[in-house]
């Protein structure tokens, strides 16, 4: 018999008679990002129960990728003194190993791609998606009775021909339907750009798991890795929010019911399982749909978590700037050593230290120094970011790095025009120094990669010719949709006009496609 049981968000407990493997515990009530993250439903109640399966067999944690929703040191510090074994992907970039053995003192396994691994009678492999700075991983379970494949967060939709090869037949599949990006949601816009946003955002992560699902003909789907809940004041309201990037599970089975796909799809809340047993399974713990009263219950709850959390000194405005302008020139240090790479515009900082007063940096794409203007210096075109000193000192105090920062909507940016640009993306999401130089380096092989492609359309009457990889994150296109115009990636839903060279209509990037009409002899 194996048990399969939900502990919320993105947590699994895969688990035979022998010994059992869990995934991505996130079972704190403090939050991630910063705090601004946390589970719905709480779920913290649930690190009692693990504490005790772990008394009666031998348990193996596993964490796919750093993001603070699945990577969470408060959980991590109380579970794995009492696991068997602490896994984690054998990621090309150092940052999470490294992070790891700074903040919890320990050493875990790294484990390769592809590679079959065993515990005791639990057989895995994991699936590693490492675009630059963001990485992830996916991970795909198989006892005697029940075989599960955990997608998380990870957009390997690209590689899903290879997932069905390696893995063989799906019982279940689990993972993330909705949005995990700040955009539009910090950034300034008017209101129907910002609902045209959002939607087209909303339904680019629907098609994409739609398609994963059928691709993978997993027999079951069981949505999970989101939403999250969002307590503060400043973004509760996001909690509510119709049509909003962060849809909840039955908006997401709304949509499917009127899509053509054979796998059932089920929702199980905290604690919810599936027993599988010679071939049967049996799905205990169905999720209902919750209302705005309990959604405000559980806001109050972690109202009431943080009220009673130690109050801690915050740093002064001084020690905040002088932190903000080391880490922005270290950056800036990093830039200088990649030319290739370069800001699409400059990039400028404000940050409010009072009521009516702020300090605002410029970073120029051509003197890449840091130097302090006035408010009324900013000029199109331009990339903003506003925040202030409580933001970067909540940054400061933990310890952790801006990647952390960057998924807390604590800030507003602008830009003008708004175009996507990746290496200001780049630049301030990127961990550390060692973490943009990494990044860095892959965006520029991503957008210098001369390997092309042909993919044919409408039953072989058209040709079109680009290059194999998206220069947004590496995704191999020889899998994308080709509409006889518009080339759509399948990972994360960028679209290219074929018919103007292959430019994409979010950025600057292209692929460089022609396309050619094919006459029958």
């Known amino acids: 018999m194996t048990v399969l049981t939900y502990l919320g968000h993105a947590c699994f407990f895969f688990e035979t008679e022998r010994a059992a493997c869990l995934v ?10 910063l705090g601004t993250w946390r589970q719905m439903p709480p779920n913290d109640h649930c690190l009692q129960w693990v504490l005790k399966k772990m008394e009666q067999k031998p348990v193996l944690v596993y964490v796919t990728h750093e993001h603070g929703d699945h990577y969470d040191e408060e959980t991590l510090e109380k579970l794995l003194p009492y696991a068997s074994e602490f896994c984690i992907p054998d990621y090309e970039n150092t940052f999470f190993k490294n992070h790891i053995q700074k903040k919890l003192g320990v050493q875990p396994r790294l484990l390769a791609e592809g590679d079959s691994q065993r515990f005791h009678d639990i057989q895995f492999r994991i699936f590693i998606d490492e675009s630059g700075i963001n990485r992830d991983s996916a991970i795909f379970f198989k006892s005697k009775d029940l075989s599960f494949f955990d997608g998380n967060d990870c957009k390997i939709f690209d590689r899903a021909s290879y997932l069905v090869e390696t893995c063989g037949s799906i019982d279940i599949l689990s993972g993330q339907f909705s949005g995990a990006s700040l955009h539009p949601i910090c950034y300034e816009m008017k209101p129907e750009e910002y609902k045209r946003v959002s939607l087209q955002k909303r339904m680019g992560k629907f098609t994409a798991m739609r398609n994963y699902i059928c691709d993978l003909k997993a027999k079951y789907f069981l949505p999970s890795a989101g939403p999250p809940l969002f307590p503060y004041p400043e973004n509760c309201h996001l909690n509510f929010e119709a049509g909003s990037i962060f849809p909840k599970w039955w908006e997401f089975e709304a949509y499917l019911k009127n899509k053509q796909i054979d ?11 599936v027993t599988a047993k010679q071939g049967e399974l049996k799905f205990a713990g169905i999720a209902r749909k919750i209302e705005d009263e309990e959604l405000k219950k559980f806001v109050d709850y972690y109202r009431m978590v943080d009220s009673n959390l130690p109050v801690c000194s915050a740093p002064s405005i001084e020690e905040v700037l002088v932190y ?39 970073i120029d794409p051509d ?3 840091l130097e302090k203007v006035s408010r009324d210096a900013i000029s199109p075109p331009y990339y903003l970011h506003e925040t202030d000193v409580a933001a970067i000192g909540k940054l400061m105090r933990s310890g952790k790095g801006w990647g952390t920062y960057s998924l807390a909507p604590l800030y507003r940016n602008r830009r003008v025009p708004d175009i996507f640009d990746s290496a200001i993306s780049i630049f301030f999401k990127a961990n550390d120094n060692d973490d943009l130089d990494f990044g860095l380096k892959k965006l520029n092989q991503f957008r210098n990669n001369d390997e092309y492609i042909k993919i044919t359309h409408n039953q072989g009457r058209l040709s079109l010719t680009c290059k194999r990889f998206c220069p947004h994150q ?3 296109l020889k899998y994308a949709r080709f509409d006889g115009k518009y080339l759509l990636c399948p990972r994360h839903q960028w679209r290219f006009d074929c018919e103007n060279g292959g430019i994409t209509d979010n950025s600057h990037d292209s692929i460089d496609a022609t396309i050619t009409k094919i006459v029958a002899a």
């Open 367 to 369: 003197k890449l120094v």
């Open 263 to 273: 796998a059932q799809i089920i929702s199980l809340d905290v604690g919810g399982s």
């Open 324 to 362: 903000f302008e080391r880490e922005m020139n270290g950056k800036i240090a990093v830039l200088k050593n990649n030319p290739e790479v370069r800001l699409a515009c400059p990039v400028y900082c404000d940050i409010k230290t009072g009521e009516h007063s702020s300090v605002v940096y410029l």
């Open 24 to 33: 991505d515990p996130w079972l704190s009530p403090t939050g991630a990002f």
């Open 474 to 476: 590496g995704a191999d």
